[in-house]
């Protein structure tokens, strides 16, 4: 989440013509995330949070909101997508697709413990079960096309090493995504700055915009290179397994997954790795813009290969 639109007071009294929301009483840009511009928005209704896609199509974008809105109708810790005065999930701002959804109590996790761990494994299991029912199709954004076509992007930028380290990861990436695990719609991108909490329980999923129909365990495994790992990239045990424990509690990992699940999470791994990486040789220009360090998921890359 990042600002590369840049709305003045005139600009949100515009879009706010078109809902029925209230009148503008102030926003903010926010900082967090790299992909979209995101701003805070409070009117005299209430507060919410609009998004302005810079580089999803209209077509995909809708998907992704109706999805949000089918698990926030079922009670699943998810922003509920506000409808214009048309009943339609967008609008149009400088010609780009553009949302507006309710604002979720709680603040996104900054550290993580077995307690929140847990909260966090049952309530993605409650998202699995219902993703899995739904009839909908989502393409990967992040492929093996993608990854082969990044890789050729910067190969020229990083060392052999690296290369070699990705090109490695990159054969089980093919894998994972290439298997007949049980599938459904995944959120993909659940890192802690797109998880709310309070007191160490879940109140809020967000940034659903690198959805896709995908693998499951592969969700965990990009939840646990970010929440159950310590200082030097292993694997935290117990945060690992208090995870697993509660995931399993509300829908039950197969064995097949399991065998599957440290290669999951060199997947996992990699595909933020040579996504931060792109970010880091080729940045995008914004006013507000959150470039993460890719240098945090190689040394996951090395933990996780050392285990198979």
């Not at 989502?138 to 992007?153: G, L, M, P, V």
């Not at 599938?183 to 991108?189: E, L």
């Not at 797109?194 to 329980?201: A, E, H, I, P, T």
Request: aromatic residues 10%; glycine residues 4%.
């Amino acid at each position: 989440m990042s600002v590369y639109t840049i709305l003045k007071n005139k600009d949100f009294r515009k879009l706010l013509d078109v809902y029925n929301l209230g009148s503008l009483k102030s926003f903010k840009g926010i900082s967090d995330g790299i992909t979209n511009t995101n701003y805070f928005l409070n009117t005299t209704k209430g507060k919410y949070v609009v998004t302005i896609f810079e580089d999803i199509k209209k077509s995909k974008v809708i998907k992704y909101l109706k999805l949000m809105n089918y698990f926030s109708g079922n009670g699943l810790c998810s922003p509920e997508i506000m409808l214009t005065k048309k009943n339609e999930l967008i609008t149009l701002v400088e010609n780009k697709p553009c949302s507006i959804m309710k604002k979720l109590s709680g603040k996104t996790v900054d550290k993580t413990n077995s307690e929140i761990c847990r909260s966090l494994g049952a309530t993605i299991g409650g998202f699995h079960l219902h993703s899995m029912k739904l009839k909908s199709q989502i393409s990967n954004s992040r492929d093996t096309k993608w990854a082969e076509e990044t890789i050729h992007k910067i190969s020229n930028h990083i060392s052999s090493n690296q290369l070699n380290l990705i090109n490695e990861a990159c054969k089980i990436y093919k894998n994972i995504f290439t298997s007949s695990l049980p599938s459904g719609v995944i959120h993909s991108d659940l890192f802690r700055d797109n998880v709310l909490s309070k007191k160490d329980s879940i109140t809020g999923i967000i940034d659903y915009y690198y959805s896709f129909n995908g693998p499951l365990i592969y969700e965990l495994a990009v939840i646990a290179n970010d929440w159950c790992i310590n200082r030097d990239g292993s694997i935290n045990k117990n945060k690992f397994r208090n995870l697993l424990k509660s995931y399993s509690s509300v829908r039950k990992i197969e064995n097949k997954e399991m065998s599957q699940m440290n290669n999951a999470m060199i997947a996992a791994a990699l595909r933020f790795y040579l996504s931060r990486l792109l970010d880091m040789i080729f940045p995008k220009v914004g006013e507000i813009t959150h470039i993460k360090d890719p240098y945090v998921f190689e040394n996951i890359l090395h933990k996780r290969i050392e285990q198979t």
